[in-house]
Structures are given as structure tokens and as C-alpha cells.
């Protein structure tokens, strides 16, 4: 096999791996989500979404998305992060489904797809605050950034979203 061909295989290796959308959970904070559990990434005005009493700080309220009722949560509150700015006029939202659960993520910015290979992933230990490790899949390195890697089905059972 000629140095070329070579060259353009490895090439094309590089550009598999799974597909996540990266994203700013806040200002100091870049994640990924499996793009296999995202719907869609949507932008919508802050009063699109109703505000539901007794309910955990993190959840926003309800939206209606595509004719059809999904929680919003703001995302980098529910990880006890530092969370949104709440004078925003609009907020970025991830819908995500596991199984047939929807759940709307809000967060900071949305960046985009990126891909890497599954062995890429480390182990977020001694990487993140501690309270984080369980919505973790773990985390990788691009480009000299740290990259959260969320588990999706995590985040969808978390404990905080449930009223049982």
C-alpha cells in the first residue's frame, strides 16, 4: 500500500467516532451529549416556558416542543454549577430522549457537533468536582479543552428531577 493511500485512511479513521453536540453549560464549562439521546437543539424566548410551583429550583417549567409537553431544565443549576443568567431573553435548549422520555436541557451556548472515538473517554476523577461524577460518562481532551462527556440516561433519572 502506497504512503497515499496510507495517508488517506488513516484520514478517514480519524474522521469516525461517535457523534456528540458540544456545548457551554455556562461560561467556564464545555460538555458533549451523545448525539444518539439529542432530538434537537432549539432557541426559544424565555416566555414560552411556564413556570410550575413547588418544583426543584433547576426545573425551569414546561415548553411545548413540536405539539408535544417537555420539562426545561436549566442544566448547569441541576449539576450545581455556576448557572444561567437569569435576565436572558431567550434560552438555548437540548431536547434529549432516553427511551421515550423527552427532557429539555437548557444551557449556555451551543457549539456544534464534534466526534471522538469511545476510547478517547477518561475517567473524570480528580478532573471535576466530585457532584458532577455521577451525570458523567467522563470526560476527553480536544484541542487543549477539557470536554465533559454527560451521560444522558443519567441526567434523565437523576434523583432532582423526581417528585416520587
Not at 500500500?1 to 461517535?18: E, F, I
Not at 464549562?29 to 448525539?35: E, K, V
Not at 411556564?50 to 405539539?67: A, Q
Request: aromatic share 4%.
Amino acid at each position: 500500500m502506497n504512503s497515499s493511500k496510507l495517508a488517506s485512511l488513516n484520514q478517514n479513521q480519524n474522521s469516525l467516532g461517535d457523534g456528540y453536540l458540544k456545548f457551554q453549560l455556562n461560561r467556564h464549562t464545555s460538555a458533549t451529549l451523545p448525539m444518539r439521546h439529542t432530538q434537537e437543539a432549539v432557541v426559544v424566548p424565555v416566555e414560552t416556558i411556564s413556570s410550575m410551583p413547588n418544583m426543584p429550583s433547576c426545573i425551569l417549567g414546561l415548553m411545548n416542543w413540536r405539539s408535544r409537553i417537555v420539562w426545561a431544565v436549566d442544566l448547569p443549576k441541576m449539576l450545581n454549577l455556576e448557572y444561567l443568567d437569569s435576565r436572558q431573553r431567550q434560552y438555548n435548549v437540548i431536547i434529549i430522549r432516553v427511551d421515550s422520555i423527552l427532557l429539555g436541557l437548557v444551557v449556555q451556548e451551543i457549539q456544534g457537533t464534534t466526534k471522538f472515538m469511545p476510547e478517547d473517554i477518561r475517567s473524570p476523577v480528580g478532573q471535576v468536582a466530585s457532584s458532577l461524577i455521577p451525570y458523567l460518562r467522563g470526560c476527553v481532551v480536544q484541542r487543549k479543552e477539557i470536554l465533559l462527556v454527560l451521560d444522558a440516561q443519567a441526567i434523565v433519572q437523576s434523583s432532582i428531577l423526581r417528585s416520587d
